[in-house]
Every structure is written in structure tokens, then in C-alpha cells.
């Protein structure tokens, strides 16, 4: 089997079962960057169900690589509509 279909398969079943699991909680934790599939996922399915979303965020400081340049104008839009931010120490909360 060719690894693309094997990779697209396993990505829509993870995609499945986050989904499922994600239904039935009352709060939604979820993590920041780099995982922007799952918390678009999980912020997607706390404003169907209306359920707090907080994302726990460990950066202190937003990496200069080109991806991550890239990546912040997807992220920050999306930090925008959680409603809090969880941050392990004072530098963390500074920079958010």
C-alpha cells in the first residue's frame, strides 16, 4: 500500500477518535503550538457543543524559523477565540 494512503488513513481515523472523545467533555483542554490540527479540531467542536476551550500554551518566546513565521498568522487567530490560556511561569504570561 502506498504511505500516502496509509498517513491519510491514519490521519482521519486520529481525526475520528479526537472528535469522539472530544464530544463528550465539558471543558476542552488543549495544547498550543505545534499541535494546530488538534486544537482546531477540538476548538471547532467547543463552540458546536458551546463548551470552554483553554489552551495550554509552554512557549515564552515564538520561535524565528520560517514555519513558525508562517504558522503564527494561523495561530494567533485561533488563541483569539479560546477562553483562557494556560501558562507554565511568569515569562510564558508576559509574552501572551
Not at 495544547?31 to 463552540?47: D, N, S, W
Not at 483553554?54 to 498568522?73: A, D, F, K, M, N
Request: proline share 5%; net charge positive; hydrophobic share 55%.
Amino acid at each position: 500500500m502506498n504511505v500516502k494512503i496509509v498517513n491519510l488513513i491514519d490521519f482521519f481515523s486520529f481525526v475520528v477518535s479526537l472528535f469522539k472523545r472530544a464530544i463528550t467533555k465539558d471543558v476542552i483542554v488543549a495544547l498550543g503550538y505545534p499541535a494546530l490540527v488538534e486544537l482546531l479540531i477540538l476548538l471547532m467542536v467547543a463552540k458546536l457543543r458551546k463548551v470552554p476551550v483553554v489552551v495550554r500554551e509552554t512557549h515564552w518566546y515564538w520561535p524565528q524559523t520560517r514555519i513558525s513565521r508562517l504558522l503564527w498568522y494561523i495561530y494567533l487567530p485561533l488563541l483569539r477565540h479560546v477562553d483562557a490560556l494556560l501558562t507554565p511561569g511568569l515569562a510564558s504570561f508576559q509574552h501572551w
